[in-house]
């Protein structure tokens, strides 16, 4: 059973819309992340939570904020989306935030923007 | 820019080979030097890590080489096989990065039976 789970796997979105992208850990783990990994770029950090707190923003734009209602919930809600956005959007967790904590990464969302 | 390089994007071994992945940094601060497996369709898994301090790092078919002074890191896959084919990303953080990991572009192996 996967430990990360992440809603929907696919997800396709009009130019100036909004989504919000689930995941959800049963791991027991205090800390989330959100990544990004897209054709032309890297993987890309995004946000850190700890204990449902905002730890790290690497992200520029305000159109992405995290959601956490729970310990083990951090969504992602994209507002007026851009195809430059599409990629696949990947939810992580760790038990701490140390910086040799392994990182469980769940299968992704992928999201297209037409 | 940049900030972690690998290479060479793709490689193709026959099974049973050694596949040697490249990595380099530039960041002086980063310190710890994960690498992530990732198989289509699936998210990274962390598959070995070395710290700054060692040079090198075994698990099995998996060895790190590092070289503090060249920033640079290699992963070698010794006696590859078919079901090692996947996509390796070396990333990096420094202490206290809380965890925030710097990915390169990755290196997508094919092991040939």
């Known amino acids: 059973d996967p430990k990360i789970i992440q809603k929907p796997k696919y997800l396709v979105a009009v130019t100036g819309s909004e989504k919000i992208l689930i995941c959800e850990q049963y791991?027991?783990?205090?800390?989330m992340y959100w990544y990004r990994q897209s054709a032309k770029k890297p993987l890309e950090f995004m946000f850190s939570?700890?204990?449902?707190?905002?730890?790290d923003n690497q992200t520029a734009s305000s159109r992405f904020q995290p959601q956490s209602s729970k310990k083990n919930h951090l969504d992602l809600q994209i507002t007026a989306l851009k195809p430059d956005d599409s990629a696949t959007y990947f939810c992580?967790?760790?038990?701490?935030?140390?910086?040799?904590?392994?990182?469980?990464f769940g299968h992704g969302t992928k999201l297209s923007v037409l | 820019q940049q900030q972690v390089r690998q290479s060479p994007q793709s490689l193709t071994v026959w099974e049973g080979e050694t596949a040697i992945l490249n990595c380099s940094y530039e960041n002086s601060a980063f310190d710890y030097f994960p690498w992530y497996q990732q198989f289509p369709g699936e998210g990274p898994a962390l598959l070995i890590a070395i710290r700054s301090v060692s040079d090198k790092k075994e698990d099995g078919r998996f060895t790190i080489f590092f070289n503090k002074r060249e920033k640079k890191l290699s992963l070698h896959i010794t006696d590859s096989q078919p079901g090692d084919s996947a996509t390796y990303f070396c990333a990096a953080v420094a202490t206290g990065g809380n965890n925030k990991l710097t990915f390169g572009q990755g290196t997508v192996l094919s092991v040939i039976p």
């Open positions: 791991l027991g783990h205090n800390a």
């Open positions: 939570y700890s204990y449902q707190k905002l730890m």
């Open positions: 992580a967790s760790s038990h701490g935030t140390s910086y040799n904590e392994r990182l469980f």
